[in-house]
Antibody
Framework: QVQLVQSGAEVKKPGASVKVSCKAS????????ISWVRQAPGQGLEWMGW????????NYAQKLQGRVTMTTDTSTSTAYMELRSLRSDDTAVYYC??????????????WGQGTLVTVSS | DIQMTQSPSTLSASVGDRVTITCRAS??????LAWYQQKPGKAPKLLIY???SLESGVPSRFSGSGSGTEFTLTISSLQPDDFATYYC????????FGPGTKVDIK
């Protein structure tokens, strides 16, 4: 069965970086993409960006351009999302989700369990 | 960027009620719209994709309709498991989620 298993909760200070992992199993990793979606406490869902595990292409949300990098390691079927220069409003649960491989316009049929990132001094 | 709105923001209903949630896009997105259900502390669950296609395993009481800029999610007979927050998502151009509609017990 398809599973996306994310790394554990993180606590970071303002200005630091965080890198969240998402290990995929149960399907051919390079036949899909991975999108990242975050949810601040009590708030809605915010799409952060997408990476194709097929060819490594990426698209990032404009508001995060320059602060976010998404990568994949096809040898371990793992996707990564790194967010730099953290601020308090980056405190959120971060989700990875399976997406289409060829373009960032996609719905998401499988999701990871979420990783809470807390930014606090 | 394409903006998404949903109405209502909160909906109080009883078991057995027919429930309709509306989602509007700021420009035409054809049928590139999905609906998700989210319960507290859990990841969203895909219910409907391409505006009206039911995801495998989702009960048939859920249905979606619409195209262009206006879409609806209908639950034909609300069940206890359906009390949750529902989000629409456009994926015509990158991705944008609506603000959500919370369905709670009347």
């Amino acid at each position: 069965q398809v599973q996306l298993v994310q790394s554990g909760a993180e606590v970071k200070k303002p200005g630091a970086s965080v890198k969240v992992s998402c290990k995929a199993s149960g399907y051919t990793f390079t036949s899909y993409g991975i999108s990242w979606v975050r949810q601040a406490p009590g708030q809605g869902l915010e799409w952060m960006g997408w990476i194709s595990a097929y060819n490594g292409n990426t698209n990032y949300a404009q508001k995060l351009q320059g602060r976010v990098t998404m990568t994949t390691d096809t040898s371990t079927s793992t996707a990564y999302m790194e967010l730099r220069s953290l601020r308090s409003d980056d405190t959120a649960v971060y989700y990875c989700a399976r997406a289409e491989p060829y373009g960032s316009g996609s719905c998401f049929d499988y999701w990871g369990q979420g990783t809470l990132v807390t930014v606090s001094s | 960027d394409i903006q998404m709105t949903q109405s209502p923001s909160t909906l109080s209903a009883s078991v057995g009620d027919r429930v309709t949630i509306t989602c509007r896009a700021s420009q035409s997105i054809s049928s590139w719209l999905a609906w998700y259900q989210q319960k507290p502390g859990k990841a969203p669950k895909l219910l409907i994709y391409k505006a009206s296609s039911l995801e495998s395993g989702v009960p048939s009481r859920f249905s979606g309709s619409g195209s262009g800029t206006e879409f609806t999610l209908t639950i034909s007979s609300l069940q206890p498991d359906d009390f949750a927050t529902y989000y629409c998502q456009q994926y015509n151009s990158y991705s944008t989620f609506g603000p959500g509609t919370k369905v709670d017990i009347k």
